[in-house]
């Protein structure tokens, strides 16, 4: 073997790649690919989640429509009920406002009937008075005969 | 083969052995292993560079999606050995992953493919893969030591580092035996490193140039040797690559003990 001062140039040649590598290769490198690393982390892990979101939002959607029909069910029936109530109500009404009206109706001809009476027993009693005193000849004291005209009014009653 | 003629077997042989180098004595330097391994990283690294400097977190290109590849295999084997925190491991793994297996590459190109081209410019001698150089293992080895004692005293200190040395493994009483096996231990490290990578890829080498010699003597052995070529560069695939990876491993585990008590 011939050993010479090659030895010493390959060390420096060795220790000028070392240094190559050490300040311009492998950091870079190793930055690249343990930000790969990560971008890729992150984007699986992103995709799970937009999966997983999406699952989440269908299941909302569906319960919304289904609470949806439920209140749409609710409100039909309560329209429904509500007009029946409505139609029970007016008929109600329509009966009483009938009885009233018929019930006015009759006390007003009552009273017609009354005030009627009233005037034929107070003409009736004047016309009596009046005949008897054509029958008599003579005046009869209506002060004195009031008692005996009263009864003949509530008789006439 | 196109270099036979006058030279022999053995001469071609050494001939590809042979390292470029200027000077003599220690103070000479293997021209050709400096070059192409320099050239080799200054490329790699540039082009990882460039594209790291652009490197963005969305969908990564082809090239960066390649090199971020490679990368966190690397980073995924230190992050299972090397628990301590440290900035330096991970790209010093990478640093010797992807270096030393581009210059164990240069071994699938055919033999006598860059010698060739560079004795028609002129150039005399070229060993093309740098790994068959111990310079080269050796510098890288050492150099790794050099690191490991490094992280021995960031994360024991000096006096943890020296507790550990005199009382493991057989308490404090025997304290120089420990000692001197840890100094043993500790050098076997480099040793070991730069020895494995040297001796893998120099016998791999050595059957290229075998096999090109085999198919020099004659025309009738070129259709096997061109077979047995292929085979062994198909199987040297899988060793460029294991030796690449060993050599990442095996600093990576030596970080992590010099990082955490034992």
Request: glycine share 6%; charged share 20%; with cysteine.
């Amino acid at each position: 073997m011939n050993i010479n001062a090659t030895l010493l140039g390959q060390a420096l040649w060795f220790a000028l790649f070392i240094w190559l590598t050490m300040k311009y290769v492998w950091p870079p490198l190793q930055k690249a690919m343990q930000d790969r690393q990560k971008e890729i982390a992150d984007g699986l892990a992103a995709g799970e989640k937009g999966r997983q979101e999406l699952a989440d939002a269908a299941e909302k959607v569906n319960q919304e429509l289904q609470k949806t029909k439920e209140q749409a069910m609710e409100i039909i029936s309560q329209a429904e009920k509500r007009s029946g109530e409505l139609v029970e109500e007016a008929k109600n009404h329509a009966k009483a406002e009938g009885e009233r009206i018929v019930s006015a109706a009759k006390a007003e001809v009552e009273q017609e009937v009354n005030r009627a009476k009233e005037q034929l027993r107070v003409q009736v009693a004047s016309l009596a008075l009046a005949g008897a005193e054509q029958i008599l000849q003579k005046e009869i004291d209506a002060n004195s005969h009031a008692d005996m005209l009263k009864r003949l009014e509530s008789e006439l009653g | 083969m196109a270099t036979a003629g006058p030279q022999t077997s053995g001469e071609y042989i050494s001939h590809h052995l042979q390292n470029l180098h200027v000077g003599e004595g220690f103070w000479s330097l293997h021209l050709d292993t400096l070059i192409v391994s320099g050239l080799l990283g200054l490329i790699a690294f540039g082009a990882m560079m460039l594209l790291a400097r652009k490197a963005s977190s969305g969908i990564p290109s082809g090239a960066q999606n390649c090199v971020e590849m490679i990368v966190s295999v690397v980073n995924d084997q230190v992050k299972d050995t090397f628990h301590a925190k440290s900035g330096l491991v991970t790209p010093l793994a990478i640093t010797i992953f992807v270096w030393v297996f581009l210059m164990n590459a240069m071994d699938l190109i055919p033999v006598d493919f860059l010698p060739l081209a560079a004795s028609s410019a002129g150039v005399e001698y070229l060993k093309v893969v740098p790994t068959t150089d111990p310079n080269l293992t050796f510098g890288m080895s050492i150099a790794v030591f050099f690191i490991m004692i490094a992280m021995n005293l960031k994360f024991k200190g000096v006096r943890g580092l020296l507790k550990e040395a005199l009382t493991v493994p057989f308490g404090k009483y025997l304290f120089p035996i420990n000692l001197l096996f840890r100094i043993i231990e500790d050098l076997a490290k480099p040793i070991s490193l730069a020895l494995r990578l040297f001796g893998n890829m120099y016998a791999g080498e050595m059957v290229f140039i075998l096999l090109a010699v085999w198919m020099g003597a004659s025309y009738w052995w070129v259709p096997a040797g061109a077979m047995l070529s292929l085979g062994w560069a198909l199987f040297h695939i899988l060793i460029i690559t294991l030796q690449a990876f060993v050599f990442m491993m095996l600093t990576v585990v030596y970080m992590s003990m010099a990082a955490e008590n034992h």
